[in-house]
T-cell receptor, first 115, second 115 residues
Framework: DVKVTQSSRYLVKRTGEKVFLECVQDMDHENMFWYRQDPGLGLRLIYFSYDVKMKEKGDIPEGYSVSREKKERFSLILESASTNQTSMYLC??????????????FGEGSRLTVL | LAKTTQPISMDSYEGQEVNITCSHNNIATNDYITWYQQFPSQGPRFIIQGYKTKVTNEVASLFIPADRKSSTLSLPRVSLSDTAVYYCLVGDKRYSGAGSYQLTFGKGTKLSVIP
C-alpha cells in the first residue's frame, strides 16, 4: 500500500523556535511538495522538489526552507516560528511523468500551533 | 498560471447525481485536469484525471468538452459519506526544462449531502 508519512500529526511550538516537519514516501516518486491549508484559503504551495537536492519556491515560501537530501524524504523547516505559521501542513508526492504527475499522494497532515 | 473557478458550495440529497463544474479558461495544451476529494482532518485524495472527452472510474465520471475550458465532475447517487470538499486542478508546468509539474489548488467546492 503506497504511503506518504508525516512525522508528527500535532505539534505545539513557541514563537521563535526552529521547527522541522518531516515527510517520507515509499513510492520512489521524483516530485515532493509541501502545502499549508488554512480555513477559507484552501491549499497553498510552499515549496516543491523535483529531484534530490533540488527545490523550487511555491506561492508562499517566505518564512520557510526545505531540504531534500534523499529521494524519499522532504523536510520543511521553519527557522523561527511565528504565530501566523499556525496551520495544517500537508506533504505530497507524485511521479515525474506528465500524465502521472497529476496524481498527488498526500500524507495525513501535521497540525502546527505556534504560541 | 492556469486558474480554476468552481462553486464555493453545493447541497444535494442522498441518492441524487451531483455535477460540479469547473472553469479553466487558460488551460494549456499539456495540462491534465484532476479532481481531488478532501474529508476533514485528512489530506486530499485523488479521484479522477482526464485530458479530453470522458473518463469514468469506479468513483466518478469526468466530462471535458472539446475546447477544454471547463470540466464537470459527476458523482452518481451520492451518499452521506460523499460530504467533502472537492478540488478541481489543472497542471502548471512552470519549469518545463527541469520536468517538474506542480498543481495549484483553489478553494474547492464544499458538497453537503443531506439525508
Amino acid at each position: 500500500d503506497v504511503k506518504v508519512t508525516q512525522s508528527s500529526r500535532y505539534l505545539v511550538k513557541r514563537t521563535g523556535e526552529k521547527v522541522f516537519l518531516e515527510c517520507v514516501q515509499d513510492m520512489d516518486h521524483e516530485n515532493m511538495f509541501w502545502y499549508r491549508q488554512d480555513p477559507g484559503l484552501g491549499l497553498r504551495l510552499i515549496y516543491f522538489s523535483y529531484d534530490v537536492k533540488m527545490k523550487e519556491k511555491g506561492d508562499i515560501p517566505e518564512g520557510y526552507s526545505v531540504s531534500r537530501e534523499k529521494k524519499e524524504r522532504f523536510s520543511l523547516i521553519l527557522e523561527s516560528a511565528s504565530t501566523n505559521q499556525t496551520s495544517m501542513y500537508l506533504c505530497a508526492s507524485s511521479h515525474r511523468k506528465l500524465k502521472m504527475a497529476g496524481e498527488l499522494f498526500f500524507g495525513e497532515g501535521s497540525r502546527l500551533t505556534v504560541l | 498560471l492556469a486558474k480554476t473557478t468552481q462553486p464555493i458550495s453545493m447541497d444535494s440529497y442522498e441518492g441524487q447525481e451531483v455535477n460540479i463544474t469547473c472553469s479553466h479558461n487558460n488551460i494549456a495544451t499539456n495540462d491534465y485536469i484532476t479532481w481531488y476529494q478532501q474529508f476533514p482532518s485528512q489530506g486530499p485524495r485523488f479521484i479522477i484525471q482526464g485530458y479530453k472527452t470522458k473518463v469514468t472510474n469506479e468513483v466518478a465520471s469526468l466530462f471535458i468538452p472539446a475546447d477544454r475550458k471547463s470540466s464537470t465532475l459527476s458523482l452518481p447517487r451520492v451518499s452521506l459519506s460523499d460530504t467533502a470538499v472537492y478540488y478541481c486542478l489543472v497542471g502548471d508546468k512552470r519549469y518545463s526544462g527541469a520536468g517538474s509539474y506542480q498543481l495549484t489548488f483553489g478553494k474547492g467546492t464544499k458538497l453537503s449531502v443531506i439525508p
